[in-house]
């Protein structure tokens, strides 16, 4: 059955309204940020070699000064990747050029921890960025890593509820809405602390009592492993996106795809979402939810505080479930990154080749 809205909800659902309504005036009336920093990937004059040049990454593998995920636009993290072949390029001449995308590759962090950039960035996160505390209005934030397959589990401990603060956790995909609850849209499915209520496309559901201050939560994901593995069952390269410096770092950028998503993305049948309260399974809050890779992912409301645990070492062990930590997807994600990497230069290698071999035959 489904639940009707609270005074609470009605009030979070103008918030976001008037958020994302101010947040669009200040888009037309000013440059993100991003674009106020960068230089279009190109060398600064008074050094040629300025805009290839990058400082060391602090412990957790991530620059504390970056670009945000928001106004349409996604940011990730770039390195020189060491498999490209660079001997056509030299880096001392690139002074007034872009720099090529196909030598540098998406930057993978050591460890599964909460995102610096994917998050609202009024949001603040702990210095092991294990923990998170909101502020105001519900706001939301992803993990690092994200599944595609199988089937996964990691927890999340209610460290601080104040009077008045809720919660909304669960899984999300890259699309979700951040200056919103999980469960707001299509990309995102909730349990919400008031009610124990599950949330999906701001739909409200009863499904179990509700959570405290103190509780330890778990979320379990089952992903059906395709009956047949092709390229696309490998995550995006992203070589053939633009760079753009911010501070000392390069990024790729990529338009936010979400209304197109929104359009095409289907159910997955048997895939589904489970939540656990304190080691006891609370039932399948989901079935036959839609494809795509998830992350994990919370929102706050006032000023809540929540700390993750990707494991592999569990505070409650669930059981009657097959799954993997989310902790295991570090070394999975590495192999799977560089396929899809050496997949783009084979083919990038072989149309140059071709370009070249046609040229020839003109002549």
Not at 192 to 214: A, C, L, M, P, V
Not at 266 to 272: A, T
């Amino acid at each position: 059955m489904v639940e009707k809205m609270d005074e609470d909800d009605l009030q979070n659902d103008s918030q976001i309204t008037d958020a994302q309504s101010k947040s669009k005036k200040t888009a037309r009336g000013k440059r993100r940020t991003a674009d106020n920093e960068r230089n279009v990937s190109t060398v600064n004059k008074r050094a040629k070699n300025d805009s290839t040049v990058t400082t060391a990454l602090p412990p957790h593998g991530y620059p504390l000064e970056h670009p945000y995920n928001k106004d349409g636009y996604g940011y990730i993290l770039a390195e020189p990747d060491p498999h490209a072949d660079t001997k056509d390029f030299e880096m001392d001449s690139f002074a007034g050029k872009p720099i090529p995308g196909e030598i540098y590759r998406h930057c993978l962090q050591p460890e599964v921890c909460l995102s610096l950039h994917d998050r609202a960035p009024q949001l603040k996160v702990s210095d092991d960025r294990l923990s998170v505390t909101g502020e105001k209005g519900y706001s939301s934030i992803r993990a690092n890593y994200s599944v595609t397959k199988g089937d996964w589990y990691f927890e999340i401990k209610a460290t601080s509820m104040p009077e008045g603060s809720a919660l909304r956790l669960g899984w999300c995909q890259p699309y979700g809405n951040l200056q919103a609850p999980l469960g707001y849209d299509k990309f995102s499915y909730s349990w919400r602390s008031i009610k124990g209520t599950k949330f999906h496309q701001s739909k409200g559901k009863h499904y179990s009592n509700g959570y405290k201050e103190g509780d330890v939560l778990g979320f379990h994901i089952s992903l059906v492993e395709p009956e047949a593995y092709d390229s696309n069952y490998l995550p995006k390269t992203y070589k053939d996106k633009a760079l753009i410096k911010f501070k000392s770092h390069l990024h790729y950028e990529e338009k936010d795809v979400s209304e197109q998503m929104d359009k095409v993305i289907q159910p997955k049948k048997e895939c589904k979402i489970t939540f656990f309260k304190n080691g006891r399974s609370q039932g399948t809050a989901f079935e036959d939810i839609y494809g795509g890779p998830y992350f994990p992912a919370a929102s706050i409301y006032k000023n809540a505080t929540v700390t993750f645990n990707f494991g592999p070492k569990f505070r409650f062990k669930p059981r009657g479930i097959s799954y993997k930590p989310m902790s295991d997807r570090v070394e999975e994600m590495a192999v799977e990154q560089s396929l899809s990497d050496v997949l783009f230069l084979s083919n990038f290698e072989f149309d140059k080749w071709n370009s070249v071999r046609k040229s020839s035959r003109r002549k």
